[in-house]
């Protein structure tokens, strides 16, 4: 982990973060200084060899730009369901390509540089301890608030993949038993609530309840309103949409505690969309966390915010991965 | 971990179970065998140092009789809130001498052997992994049914302690929201339901809520009911006392289903004495595990009964972390 893995002749990764419309690429140092990003559609090509040739190219220029031809330790790559211990995306996602996609084997191959995958919330939690707020924990949990909610979990200094390299599913941990459908099958995961998608149906369902009460969000079609409007309305001083972010806080503060009882961590850090409503999540969120934990940890777990940039955090953390791979590869093609 | 630390002069560990009631000690080999036991009682001295000096004395009798003098590689401790990083109890707990109790120092001393202590249920796992049914896995989560519920979480090989020694609490995970109160201060614990108390407590609520319906359980006492009455009940073919062990197993299962969301672990282990219940438990567990955890998990993840025997499983479980017990010493006095 970290830089113990650099030897001087290779002092960069590559960052990798496969998302669903774009598939962004960064040429990072062992500060986590990014040196220069680029980007491919995620969606041009339905054959995966076809993707990964593109990619090659792309980044290829950006290698030569920078003079770090022969200079790179390892390609880390964030990616929907990437398993670590597989190399592949082996559920199938919302992605072109059918799984098992073999995605460690054919970018290294093509690169001739060892590469590494694992989830985005996963590869956060690494960029995390290598270049962000986490630097010198060794336990955490980073929980990311974006359309879904996804964690990385790390014990004792290493990251928790499993039995199966999928471990850290923190947004598929029941909160409400018998309560909202959540899209992975089962009912009242975390994720139905304290996602962005969570947020505009918290919205929705006091609208309902409430009908008396006006709201700025009234204004709009219900089915339109986004966590953004409730963001928005929020802070111009609506109660039903601060009352939202409240229940927000509550239920995710409440998850919190529960899973400090597991791995007793020294803090959560919280990344993503969500993340950004500041004080409007996050006071809710502590009192509910430090209202309802074991009393051994009252006052004693941090709860902080990512502090890498949003434009920068998927590839700087899929490039911390990087410094991890090391498995033979053959030379390009 | 395990037999890699032997060295061939000192072949054997001490187990210690410091239990409210009683202190059994045994000396164990590397094979997991019990060469002896003996105990003292736990609440005899009400000063530490006393304490000690007996359970000294009446070890090295059974040290002496088996021809260990000199080839014990190390002493582990399982006792109540035991802290792995300090080597002490910190918070009060129900045994005679006020927290905090230096129990590695004062023992590792006094035996001028090195001495590591964690809390009952994470020994329980390390005895599973060491000489138990989880030999070999690196991922699995220990679960001891008994008064309370016990849980230790072994990720990648490690036990998990966390950031201050006390991780591994999943007997004070929220399963039910604003469900029955815990000694712990929080709602809803799995504690307070699949507990050999909590099995005994949904007897009573079962009885009040179904009053016209006839059960063995209304011949006795209702605040004198145990989860042993229930059990028999049950084995009678009462129904009442059956659903409450089809509820007991259901949560506990659907527990089990948000753990292995956690760490996908490639097994459970149910130890204690709800455990020994068998298929009463086991059953309505398995099919509640399967029936609310995530896809990618179903078929996938054991749940399995300790093979250890229960009379020998404190002290197995503790004597295991002898094993890793490495810190300096002072020669005994």
């Known amino acids: 982990m970290g830089t113990s893995a650099i030897d001087t002749t290779k002092p960069y990764v590559m960052g990798i973060d496969i998302g669903g419309t774009n598939t962004v690429f960064g040429l990072v140092d062992a500060r986590g200084t990014v ?23 792309k980044a290829s220029i950006l290698i030569k730009d920078h003079d770090a031809e022969g200079k790179i330790h390892g390609i880390g790559i964030g990616a929907p369901n990437g398993n670590y211990y597989t190399g592949m995306i082996e559920t199938q996602v919302n992605l072109p390509w059918k799984a098992p996609i073999p995605l460690t084997k054919l970018i290294s191959e093509k690169f001739g540089i060892p590469a590494a995958v694992t989830n985005d919330a996963n590869a956060a939690a690494i960029g995390e301890m290598t270049y962000g707020v986490a630097r010198g924990m060794k336990d955490f949990i980073m929980i990311t608030l974006g359309t879904g909610v996804g964690s990385g979990v790390v014990v004792n200094g290493t990251m928790v993949y499993g039995a199966d390299g999928m471990a850290g599913e923190l947004g598929h941990i029941t909160v409400r038993r018998n309560g909202r459908t959540c899209g992975c099958g089962r009912h009242g995961c975390l994720e139905t609530y304290c996602s962005a998608t969570g947020v505009a149906k918290t919205a929705r369902e006091f609208l309902e309840a409430r009908k008396d009460e006006p709201s700025l969000l009234r204004d709009m079609q219900v089915e339109d309103i986004t966590s953004k409007d409730v963001y928005d309305a929020a802070i111009a001083g ?5 009352d939202v972010y409240d229940f927000t806080g509550k239920v995710l503060g409440e998850a919190l505690a529960d899973f400090a009882a597991f791995t007793s961590p020294e803090a959560f850090v919280i990344f993503g969309g969500l993340a950004k409503s500041g004080d409007l999540l996050m006071k809710p969120l502590r009192e509910a966390f430090e209202a309802d934990c074991m009393p051994m940890h009252k006052g004693k777990i941090k709860i902080l915010l ?19 791979a090391k498995e033979p590869v053959e030379t390009a093609k």
């Open 35 to 57: 040196l220069g990003t680029g980007s491919i559609k995620t969606q041009k090509h339905s054959n995966f060899q076809d993707y990964v040739d593109e990619l090659y190219e």
């Open 238 to 242: 609506d109660k039903l949409a601060k």
């Open 306 to 324: 990512s502090e890498l940039k949003e434009s920068d955090a998927a590839v700087l953390g899929a490039s911390a991965l990087g410094w991890e």
